[in-house]
Structures are given as C-alpha cells and as structure tokens.
C-alpha cells in the first residue's frame, strides 16, 4: 500500500468537506472536555472523602453550665458523659476541649478572617468532646445516644455536612457525565455523515480503484484514519480546554479554597495523565464509529 497516496486521500477528504471536519472536531472535544471534568470531579471526590473521613470527628457540645464551672471535667455530668463516651463500642478517641482551647483552635482555623475573629467572644464557644470513631460512617450512633442527655447541648455531626458537600460534587460529575455521553452521541453522528459524505464524493475515483483490483480495505483506509484524525484533534482539543480551564477559572474561583485545603487542587499533572486516556477514547470511538459505518452504509 502506498502510505503517499493514501496520506494525500485523507488530506483531500479533511479539506473537502471542511465545515463537517470542524464541526466534528468541536462536538468530540466539547463531548470528551465534560468526559474529563467527570473523571477529574470523580478523582477530586474521592481524595476529598479520604482525606475528610480520616480527619472526622463527632462534636459533643456541652450546655453552658458546665462549659462556665468545670474546665477540667472533673464532676458531675462531664466526667459521667466521657466516661460514657470512653467506654462505648467503636470510640477510636475521646478528647475533652474545654472553652479556652476551643476558642484558640476557633482563632486558628479562621485566622485569615480577622474580622471575624475579633466579632467572636469565648463565652460564645461551648466545650465539647471531640469523638473520633473507629468507623466515620457509623457517626450517628453518637448522635442518638448522646441528643438530649444531661449537660448535653447538642451533637454536632460533621459526616451530615460532608454528605450534602458530596452530594453536591456527585451531582456535578453526574451532570458533566451526561452531557458528555449527548456530546458524544452527536460526536458519532456527525463522524458517521462525513464518512458518508466524503465516501460520496470520491465514488467515482474509489469505483476505478476497485475495478483496477484496489481492496475494499485499501479504499476504506483513508476513511478510517479521517475519522481518527479528526477525533485526535478534538481529544488534543479538549486537553487544552480543561487547561484554561483549570488556570482561568478554577485557580481564581476556588484558588483559596485550594490554598487552604478544603478542597484538593487540580493538578497539571492530572491532566497530563489524563490526556492520554481523552486521546485514546477519541482514537477508538472515531476507528469504530468509521469501521461500522462503511461496513453498513457504504459500498466501497
């Protein structure tokens, strides 16, 4: 086979039907750019679910009475309720935090906001214990077991925040996921129409080849690799999408977020080991997507 002419041939096909190319290479790489925001949202979900469940914690708030009259937990109802809390199944660690460190740790936590800071009073912070199980997810044991009890204010649940925050970034994998798998469903059309278009356009050369003892694989070639061409460029395309993306909109947006590492950053190097992955989906889809239509809609 000649790799010259059938170079050529895929050259003429991409220039003859230009605006379909385009068209083509736009929907695969808006299609795979929302295929690799899901992958990246699910990877950012998964280190943010790591990270927060080793860090929670279950916060027993205690009334005001005792965060006022006992610092150290030394009487009654404190020290029963840590001793309850000590010896109960799946407790990892009890730690008791009276109001003086609670309002130091609140001061570091929100040190970037000293307005805030300067707003808060100690008398506002109530002491707590700060439960860490041996099982994040079975939190809510704690919260039946402790609501209400004496010297009890409330049980602060952390896992119930994390659960909506997780919700919300499912949500939006979800949502990216779907309409990338729209995307790549007109993706598809679109390569299957400019096969057939540009099959339709060289009938008359492709029937001579034929007749000279050309294969039917030897005519089709050029076919397949303008499809695959073209959904390189769109998955290159896309790359480039979710890096201007990541430095124009994410760094701004959510920078202090990342900063302070509430949530885990995107990386480059992220985005680098996903190209590969968006280059290859756009390699395969388009081989298929080509291989199916000229078996099926196109005699050559």
Same mark, same amino acid.
Do not use: H
């Given at each position: 086979?000649?790799? @010259?002419?059938?170079?050529?041939?895929?050259?003429?096909?991409?220039?003859?039907?230009?605006?379909?190319?385009?068209?083509?290479?736009?929907? #695969? $790489?808006? &299609?795979?750019?929302?295929?690799? +925001?899901?992958?990246? =949202?699910?990877?950012?979900?998964?280190?943010?679910?790591?990270?927060?469940?080793?860090?929670?914690? !279950?916060?027993?708030?205690?009334?005001?009475?005792?965060?006022?009259?006992?610092?150290?937990? #030394?009487?009654?109802?404190?020290?029963?309720?840590?001793?309850?809390?000590?010896?109960?199944?799946?407790?990892?660690?009890? +730690?008791?935090?009276?109001?003086?460190?609670?309002?130091?740790?609140?001061?570091?936590?929100?040190?970037?906001?000293?307005?805030?800071?300067?707003? $808060?009073?100690?008398?506002?912070?109530?002491?707590?214990?700060?439960?860490?199980?041996?099982?994040?997810?079975?939190?809510?044991?704690?919260?039946?077991?402790?609501?209400?009890? $004496?010297?009890?204010?409330?049980?602060?649940?952390?896992?119930?925040?994390?659960?909506?925050?997780?919700?919300?970034?499912?949500? +939006?994998?979800?949502?990216?996921?779907?309409?990338?798998?729209?995307?790549?469903?007109?993706?598809?059309?679109?390569?299957?129409?400019?096969?057939? !278009?540009?099959?339709?356009?060289?009938?008359?050369?492709?029937?001579?080849?034929?007749?000279?003892?050309?294969?039917?694989?030897?005519?089709?070639?050029?076919?397949?690799?303008?499809?695959?061409?073209?959904?390189?460029?769109?998955?290159?395309?896309?790359?480039?999408?979710?890096?201007?993306?990541?430095?124009?909109?994410?760094?701004?947006?959510?920078?202090?977020?990342?900063? &302070?590492?509430?949530?885990?950053? +995107? @990386?480059? =190097?992220?985005?680098?080991?996903?190209?590969? =992955?968006?280059?290859?989906?756009?390699?395969?889809?388009?081989?298929?997507?080509?291989?199916?239509?000229?078996?099926?809609?196109?005699?050559?």
């Amino acid at each position: 086979m000649r790799t @010259s002419f059938v170079f050529s041939e895929v050259v003429t096909g991409l220039r003859r039907n230009v605006t379909m190319t385009i068209a083509m290479v736009l929907t #695969t $790489a808006i &299609s795979l750019f929302l295929f690799g +925001v899901g992958l990246l =949202v699910v990877n950012m979900v998964g280190k943010m679910q790591d990270d927060y469940l080793g860090q929670l914690e !279950v916060a027993v708030m205690l009334t005001n009475d005792i965060s006022s009259n006992d610092k150290d937990c #030394t009487q009654e109802p404190c020290r029963g309720l840590r001793t309850d809390l000590e010896t109960m199944s799946g407790v990892d660690t009890v +730690v008791f935090e009276n109001r003086e460190k609670g309002y130091e740790r609140f001061q570091k936590i929100f040190e970037a906001q000293p307005e805030l800071v300067k707003l $808060a009073r100690p008398e506002a912070i109530p002491a707590m214990f700060r439960v860490k199980l041996e099982d994040p997810e079975r939190s809510d044991v704690i919260v039946q077991e402790f609501n209400g009890k $004496a010297g009890v204010k409330n049980v602060d649940d952390q896992s119930q925040d994390l659960d909506r925050l997780f919700g919300f970034l499912n949500g +939006v994998r979800d949502a990216a996921l779907a309409l990338a798998l729209l995307q790549a469903a007109a993706a598809l059309l679109l390569i299957s129409n400019t096969i057939q !278009v540009s099959a339709f356009t060289r009938r008359t050369e492709v029937g001579i080849m034929r007749l000279v003892g050309a294969t039917r694989w030897y005519t089709q070639l050029p076919f397949l690799i303008e499809a695959v061409v073209a959904g390189v460029i769109g998955a290159i395309a896309a790359i480039g999408l979710l890096v201007v993306t990541k430095v124009f909109l994410l760094n701004r947006v959510l920078g202090e977020l990342f900063s &302070s590492n509430i949530i885990p950053e +995107v @990386s480059m =190097v992220e985005i680098l080991f996903l190209a590969p =992955v968006l280059v290859g989906v756009a390699i395969l889809i388009s081989a298929l997507t080509g291989y199916v239509t000229l078996r099926l809609y196109v005699r050559l």
